[in-house]
Nanobody
Framework: QVRLAESGGGSVQAGGSLRLSCVAS?????????MAWFRQAPGKEREGVAA?????????TVADSVQGRFTISKDNAKNTLYLQLNNLTPEDTGVYYC???????????????????WGQGTQVTISS
């Protein structure tokens, strides 16, 4: 079993930055080998943002839509996944979710249907 707890969301102006955290509690380490961030804006489908898979090289994937502005990282000692969001725009507004456990080799597809565990989400609101 896995529990995921996101934090770090908030309201900032365009051009600002946020750092999201996701603390994972898992009964087995393989549950959190693959972790990812998704987001969902009002009225839109859930979108993959970035993934971290410790079993692949490179370990990280970032969606084209946020490339150069968002960075994903993981502190394995703390079992915590991070998402650094820079140069934010109103289009980045939404609920950001942490997810874990996708089939081996599929982590970087960022397909929501493949992930087995989800956090409750943290709201990010960007004003212009």
């Amino acid at each position: 079993q896995v529990r995921l707890a996101e934090s770090g969301g908030g309201s900032v102006q365009a051009g600002g930055s946020l750092r999201l955290s996701c603390v994972a509690s898992a009964s087995e380490s393989f549950y959190t080998a693959c972790m990812a961030w998704f987001r969902q804006a009002p009225g839109k489908e859930r979108e993959g943002v970035a993934a971290f898979d410790k079993e692949t090289e490179p370990r990280t994937t970032v969606a084209d839509s946020v490339q150069g502005r968002f960075t994903i990282s993981k502190d394995n000692a703390k079992n915590t996944l991070y998402l650094q969001l820079n140069n934010l725009t109103p289009e980045d507004t939404g609920v950001y979710y942490c997810a874990a456990l996708a089939p081996r080799g599929r982590c970087h597809t960022l397909s929501p249907d493949l992930f087995g565990y989800w956090g409750q989400g943290t709201q990010v609101t960007i004003s212009s």
